[in-house]
């Protein structure tokens, strides 16, 4: 299994900007598919934008034009770009990588928005 790590989550006012990353050893363009789901209290995880075969991008309705997710290859990074936030994100926010049959989910991030 790939280790995978979160970090850029915290506490953010309505309106501001997060930007959360995802690290994992080796070559990030290497898995298959790469994505960002989250988890709020009391709901079952859903999935927030990810990047498939060929590099199709698909969001979850709530975040689209709010939310974008890229990768960088020079620090082999999985990135969600977070605008316009709301308090209805407010979850806890995972990264998962997928190569073949092999899944990795890292310890998860949370990000809370209030005032």
């Known amino acids: 299994q790939v280790h995978v790590v979160e970090s850029g989550g915290g506490l953010v006012q309505p309106g501001g900007s997060l930007r959360l990353s995802c690290a994992a050893s080796?070559?990030?363009?290497?898995?298959?598919?790469v994505g960002w789901y989250r988890q709020a209290p009391g709901k079952q995880r859903e999935l927030v934008a990810r990047?498939?075969?060929?590099?199709?991008?698909v969001y979850t309705d709530s975040v689209k034009g709010r939310f974008t997710i890229s990768r960088d290859g020079t620090k082999n990074t999985v990135l969600l770009q977070m605008n316009s936030l709301k308090p209805e994100d407010t979850a806890v926010y995972y990264c998962?990588?997928?190569?073949?049959?092999?899944?990795?989910w890292g310890q998860g991030t949370q990000v809370t928005v209030s005032s």
């Open positions: 998962n990588l997928h190569q073949g049959s092999l899944e990795s």
């Open positions: 080796g070559n990030i363009f290497r898995f298959d598919a």
């Open positions: 990047i498939g075969n060929f590099g199709i991008v």
